[in-house]
């Protein structure tokens, strides 16, 4: 995290640094070019109107993912710029072979120019509070939009709709996520500085890692403890147990009938059905459309395959100690900020999980009509195309006559995404460099999401 060698040095034409840190609480691996492009469109439109919001003068269209190897990249480089320039924010400060890397120009300011610039930083805090008060006004628009998903009977008319709809109510969410992903990226990198003083760069993140504990990601605990609940329900009933490890779940509603675990699962998916581990992926089933993946985690915690860890209590005090006397209270501010961020994270990610489930039902919309005249063979054929090809198909412009190319298209797709879910992935670029991380493992909750528990 931060600390990077570059085996083939910096490159000489562009140094824009991507990361696929920050989007590692939607998905670890690659991508479908369905999920990529989706996501990118509304990363995109987020991005935008954060830095409006801030009025930052962010530039509009501006390239804010890429793709390389299937994995989702963020451009860090566009927002450090937004924020040095319209506020004089500091940029994260990379280690590249051991030597500090800006990853944009930056010089603190004068005191005039502090003043002003300050005024513009406090911007940042107002949005950010702004936006705690927000999110639950947004979560609740999101899941009241997944549900109108649910209902449609799908005419053309209607899968042409919701495609034009997607991006629109997709960006309020992702920006709550965007903004608290990124301001916690540049604490964490502030609480590196404060620790790496006195010891190593892994030994300042186990010190943060131990002062923040699991503060902050409460959705994501509530997922886990009742997943636990549930664990111990079907374990209690033998029956129940030996369907479970034995693994096969298509008949899930005929064993659980009259069981009292099937109330207590009907009640976890009303709340978290909209949720799987690598929700960015919108190829995978949600657990409420398809619960095989859950049953799949329950059995592993019967058989005690996984045990889950226990939730971890702040622990400050030695990060504080590690500081230098003069910055330990600017430590304690930082921790008590990445907490309420993390709250933020946490609670972005579970509304924006219902703009991706009611994707994903679109997709598989848009795929039935496409599977009428046999332009896609199966329905999951739909996650190798984009979402404006799969407009186009809806409305005639890729046709019946292209049928083979669109076929070919398919499995050609699906081959490069098989490659992809094989090959190892930096996790930094600096242009086309590939920037390989120091550390051996990441303390999964700096990274946050559901990934990090399961």
């Not at 824009?16 to 996501?39: A, C, I």
């Not at 209270?329 to 999980?353: C, D, N, P, W, Y």
């Not at 005639?396 to 050609?412: F, K, L, P």
């Amino acid at each position: 995290m931060y600390s990077y060698t570059l085996p083939n040095g910096l490159p000489g034409g562009s140094r824009t640094v991507w990361s696929n840190l920050p989007l590692r609480p939607l998905v670890t691996g690659p991508l479908t070019p369905f999920s990529y492009h989706l996501l990118a469109e509304i990363a995109g439109r987020a991005w935008y109107q954060y830095y409006d919001r801030l009025g930052f003068d962010p530039m509009p269209r501006a390239r804010v993912l890429r793709q390389h190897q299937g994995r989702p990249y963020l451009n860090l480089t566009i927002s450090a710029q937004r924020d040095a320039e319209s506020a004089a924010i500091e940029p994260l400060t990379l280690h590249l072979d051991g030597q500090p890397f800006a990853i944009c120009k930056w010089e603190k300011p004068g005191l005039i120019a502090g003043l002003k610039f300050g005024l513009a930083q406090n911007r940042v805090e107002s949005l950010l509070k702004s936006l705690a008060t927000e999110i639950d006004t947004i979560t609740q628009q999101a899941k009241a939009w997944y549900a109108k998903v649910g209902e449609l009977r799908w005419t053309q008319a209607e899968v042409l709709q919701i495609m034009e709809e997607i991006e629109n109510v997709g960006a309020p969410s992702f920006l709550v996520f965007l903004a608290a992903r990124h301001n916690l990226d540049l604490l964490y990198n502030r609480l590196i500085r404060l620790a790496a003083g006195s010891t190593d760069l892994v030994a300042a993140l186990a010190l943060i890692d131990q002062a923040l504990g699991d503060e902050g990601e409460e959705i994501e605990w509530t997922i886990q403890g009742r997943l636990v609940q549930l664990s111990q329900a079907a374990g209690a009933d033998g029956a129940v147990r030996d369907w479970l490890l034995a693994g096969k779940y298509g008949d899930w509603q005929d064993v659980l009938a009259h069981r009292a675990l099937l109330g207590d699962l009907h009640t976890f998916l009303a709340q978290f059905g909209h949720r799987t581990l690598q929700e960015g992926e919108v190829c995978h089933p949600r657990w409420a459309d398809d619960p095989t993946a859950l049953f799949a985690i329950l059995a592993k915690l019967v058989s005690g395959q996984v045990a889950l860890a226990a939730r971890r209590a702040a622990t400050p005090q030695p990060l504080l100690d590690a500081s230098e006397p003069n910055r330990r209270k600017e430590a304690q501010q930082l921790v008590q900020k990445v907490a309420l961020l993390r709250r933020l994270q946490s609670q972005a990610l579970h509304a924006f999980a219902y703009i991706l489930a009611g994707a994903r039902r679109w997709a598989l919309a848009a795929a039935r009509d496409a599977m009428a005249d046999q332009r896609l063979l199966a329905v999951d054929d739909v996650f190798f195309f984009e979402p404006e090809e799969m407009k186009e198909m809806m409305t005639g412009e890729w046709n019946v006559s292209s049928q083979s190319e669109i076929q070919a298209t398919a499995r050609r797709r699906e081959s490069e995404y098989k490659r992809w879910q094989k090959a190892e992935a930096a996790e930094l670029l600096i242009g086309e460099s590939e920037g390989l991380s120091r550390q051996l493992e990441i303390p999964p909750a700096l990274i946050g999401g559901l990934p990090s528990l399961l």
